[in-house]
């Protein structure tokens, strides 16, 4: 349940179940179903259960988000400034270009109200370009698969700060005081010698209840909460907690949390649309922006970086290798799905852009799988990354 491929596949399923119950003639049910309201209304969680994957079950996945960021900024790559400047500087190419495509082609086209999605595209789902990399990547080096993890964890963050800046219409800030209270009980929790799970999620679910009263999207709470665990081993224990975490909370993301956020998701009604939002601004905006813009940010911003600093790719990768990369960080699915959430309201733009996020990260999905065995039929040099330098053995993806 931990494979990457497993979750991929999953989340593939979930999807594709949701498109065809969404316009079968049952599309009438799959409404209901997603619109059906449970929880207190007390507490002002008497949410739609669609709305309860997006700002409940997603928090797990930006938790899982949290802690891979802490670790790969404590013990991990992105320590190293040398090393983690062109993923990090191709994450924010990889950003910047596709919401400069979407928003240039919604103008273009004559629908400035579309231009409220322009955050959509330049969303990477790290778990479906993961999958493919196990799946059609294996002979390439290893290494490539950190360079894609380190890309696609600064474009998480990059996405959630996006999502706290310009998502966030008010916030209330005594209750967010109270959430931000709450994360730091559960920071002292989670560092205790004697931690328990008895403990920890009544803080997590008591943070993430304050953050989602307090305006700010409630994920954010997640991400908070995973900062806080700490990513080295402490009180004598040979492995560090954020490991731990993982391992035990990242079957629950990959095998429940996102198939199930996929399926209310991904659900588009586009038989009563009549095919009309295949033509509309924004499914073509999206589409661009995640297909071309992805692979032409990362790509562009790593050529001119090695080509005018002195930041060089790691060890056993070159610019090559990164046409696949660019084309995986075009899978948006997971984020983009949230991000429209929170710029539409129900109606012709949403729909597009959903539309256009399931067509674009097909698109770059097969595209990168395409690209990837390209890659890893073609001979190597003994300097791929061109430094001067040969490259040292970093092994296989297996």
Same mark, same amino acid.
Request: aromatic share 4%; proline share 4%; net charge neutral.
């Given at each position: 349940m931990s494979d990457e491929?497993?979750?991929? &596949? !999953?989340?593939l399923i979930a999807a594709l179940v949701a498109v065809i119950w969404s316009n079968s003639p049952w599309r009438a049910t799959y409404a209901s179903?997603?619109?059906? /309201?449970?929880? $207190?209304?007390a507490l002002h969680l008497h949410l739609s259960?669609?709305?309860?994957?997006?700002?409940?079950?997603? *928090?797990i996945f930006f938790f899982l988000v949290g802690v891979e960021l802490k670790h790969e900024a404590t013990v991990g790559s992105l320590r190293r400034p040398k090393e983690a400047g062109v993923p990090v500087l191709a994450a924010v190419g990889g950003m910047v270009l596709p919401a400069v495509l979407? &928003? *240039?082609?919604?103008?273009?086209? %004559?629908? $400035?109200?579309?231009?409220?999605?322009? +955050?959509? $595209?330049?969303?990477?789902d790290i778990a479906f370009a993961l999958a493919v990399l196990a799946v059609f990547g294996r002979g390439l080096p290893r290494v490539l698969r950190l360079f894609l993890l380190t890309l696609a964890a600064v474009d998480d963050l990059l996405a959630i700060l996006v999502i706290a800046v310009f998502f966030t219409e008010h916030i209330d800030l005594v209750v967010l005081g109270a959430a931000l209270a709450a994360v730091a009980v559960f920071a002292v929790l989670v560092r205790m010698r004697n931690w328990s799970w008895w403990l920890l999620v009544p803080a997590a679910v008591v943070a993430w209840g304050f953050m989602h009263a307090s305006g700010v999207h409630a994920t954010i709470a997640g991400v908070l909460l995973g900062f806080c665990v700490p990513a080295v081993a402490v009180h004598g224990e040979t492995e560090p907690r954020t490991h731990v975490l993982d391992d035990a909370i990242r079957p629950v993301s990959a095998c429940f949390a996102l198939p199930v956020f996929a399926f209310f998701a991904a659900g588009v009604n586009v038989v009563d649309s009549g095919g009309g939002l295949l033509v509309q601004p924004v499914? /073509? *905006?999206? @589409?661009?922006?995640?297909?071309? %813009?992805?692979? &032409?940010?990362?790509? %562009?911003? @790593?050529?001119?970086?090695?080509?005018?600093? $002195? !930041?060089r790719l790691p060890d056993a990768i070159g610019l090559r290798d990164l046409v696949p990369i660019g084309f995986l960080t075009g899978i948006g699915f997971t984020v983009s799905l949230l991000i429209t959430e929170l710029s539409f309201d129900e109606?012709?733009?949403?729909?597009? +852009?959903?539309? %256009?996020?399931?067509?674009?990260?097909?698109?770059?999905?097969v595209?990168? +799988?395409?690209?990837?065995?390209?890659d890893a039929q073609r001979a190597r040099s003994a300097d791929m990354n061109r430094d001067g330098i040969d490259d040292t053995e970093t092994g296989p993806i297996e």
């Open positions: 491929r497993t979750g991929g &596949v !999953l989340l179903l997603s619109g059906t /309201m449970v929880g $207190p209304e259960l669609s709305t309860w994957a997006a700002d409940g079950l997603l *928090a979407y &928003v *240039a082609v919604v103008l273009g086209l %004559g629908d $400035p109200e579309g231009i409220d999605g322009w +955050a959509i $595209p330049t969303a990477t499914f /073509m *905006a999206t @589409t661009i922006g995640l297909v071309a %813009g992805k692979l &032409v940010g990362v790509l %562009g911003t @790593t050529a001119l970086v090695t080509a005018l600093t $002195p !930041l109606g012709a733009h949403r729909d597009a +852009a959903k539309v %256009g996020i399931l067509v674009g990260s097909l698109l770059a999905g595209l990168g +799988a395409l690209a990837l065995r390209w």
